[in-house]
Each structure stands twice: as structure tokens, then as C-alpha cells.
């Protein structure tokens, strides 16, 4: 989840935009201009708020969901390669000059990316998460003039306990004295007993 503020100043175009993602290589070498600053050659999970136009005649916000594998030198607009989600074109709010949120959720490999707490996602795709790395943001003015932010951002990670051991089936025979059974909560558990 982060909050984010993207300006354009009064006598210039929207700059290049915001980048998130989560790469296994440390970030270096930073793409400028229409790259939005992504670091070179990524390996891993990527969203852009492109917010200046490079193939069309008029700016265009868009947001793209990408799953780099480290041989994609950087980020190009209009380009299929890494693609996992159809790109989400007019995304107007993104260049309004206001805070606004977004929220990005993995799940099981499913990635979901959503805007100004809509119970709707923007873009969804689905990204294998076999790496552990780096997160960040980067962005690029390129020739204009934007002042791009982020602020309030807050990582959050569910981490599942692990399943307790069973021995089953537990046979009795007639008159056998049954051993009573025991268990321990996990550290911030409950646990609860059931007939």
C-alpha cells in the first residue's frame, strides 16, 4: 500500500512516471527518460504509472503489470515483453495533481493492483514469486518538469503457521484406558477444542 502524488507544473507536460517493484538483482544502473528510472536489466515484478505518452500523439495514463526475467534491458512502452496483465489505459486520477492510493496484492502467484481503495483491480496477472530481493520505487522526468511522490507505505507480509503433526488413525481396543490428549497453541494462536 502506498499513497502517491504525480504534478505537472503549469508551463510543462507530464513527466515520465512512477515505478514499483520487486527485483532479485540489487537495484543499478537506472533507465532515464521513458524507462521511468527502472533500475537495468530486472529480475522480478514490476508496475508502472506511465504517465507520458512515447508512442501516441497525446498523453495517455496508463498502468502496466510486468514480471521482468533479467534479460529485458528496461522498461518500453507499447512493448509485450513481460507483459502479465492488459495495460490499463486512461487512468486520468493518475495525473491530477492529488494523493491517491494504491494497493498491490500477491496472493499464490495471482498479482492484483488496485487504485483509490477500489474493491476492483486495475490489473491482474499472475507472476510466479520465486525470488527474494529488493522492493523500491523509481521515477523519471526525462525533459519535463513533473513532481512525482510516494508517501505512507506499508509492507505487509501473512506468514501461514506450520501445519501441527497427527498421528492418525489412533486405535483403541475394548477396555483399553485412553490417553488423554494434549496440544499447544503457537505463539499469538488460539486454541480451541472441539467433540
Same mark, same amino acid.
Given at each position: ?7 505537472? #507544473? ?19 544502473? !537506472? ?20 504517465? $507520458? ?25 507499447? *512493448? ?37 481503495? *477500489? ?14 530481493? $529488493?522492493?523500491?520505487?523509481?521515477? #523519471?522526468?526525462?525533459?519535463? !518538469?513533473?513532481?512525482? *511522490? ?17 498421528? *492418525? ?27
Amino acid at each position: 500500500d502506498f499513497d502517491y502524488r504525480i504534478q505537472v #507544473s503549469p508551463s510543462s507536460t507530464v513527466a515520465d512516471g512512477i515505478a514499483f517493484w520487486y527485483i532479485s538483482n540489487p537495484p543499478t544502473g !537506472f533507465s532515464v527518460g521513458g524507462g521511468i528510472g527502472l533500475p537495468a536489466s530486472p529480475n522480478g515484478l514490476i508496475m508502472i504509472m506511465d504517465t $507520458y505518452d512515447n508512442i501516441a500523439p497525446t498523453n495517455v495514463p496508463l498502468a502496466t503489470l510486468l514480471g521482468y526475467d533479467g534479460t529485458i534491458p528496461g522498461y518500453t512502452e507499447g *512493448s509485450a515483453a513481460g507483459v502479465l496483465a492488459p495495460v490499463a489505459p486512461f487512468l486520468t486520477y493518475i495525473t491530477d495533481g492529488t494523493w491517491r492510493h494504491c494497493r498491490i496484492t500477491y496472493n499464490v502467484g495471482t498479482v492484483n493492483v488496485y487504485f483509490n481503495y *477500489s474493491a476492483t483491480p486495475t490489473l491482474t496477472g499472475f507472476y510466479p514469486l520465486t525470488i527474494s530481493g $529488493y522492493f523500491g520505487f523509481s521515477s #523519471s522526468t526525462g525533459a519535463a !518538469f513533473s513532481t512525482q *511522490s510516494i508517501k505512507s507505505v506499508h509492507i505487509t507480509a501473512l506468514v501461514s503457521l506450520p501445519v501441527p503433526t497427527v498421528t *492418525s488413525p489412533v486405535t483403541y481396543c475394548q477396555d483399553d484406558v485412553a490417553v488423554p490428549l494434549t496440544a499447544t497453541a503457537a505463539t499469538g494462536s488460539t486454541l480451541r477444542w472441539f467433540t
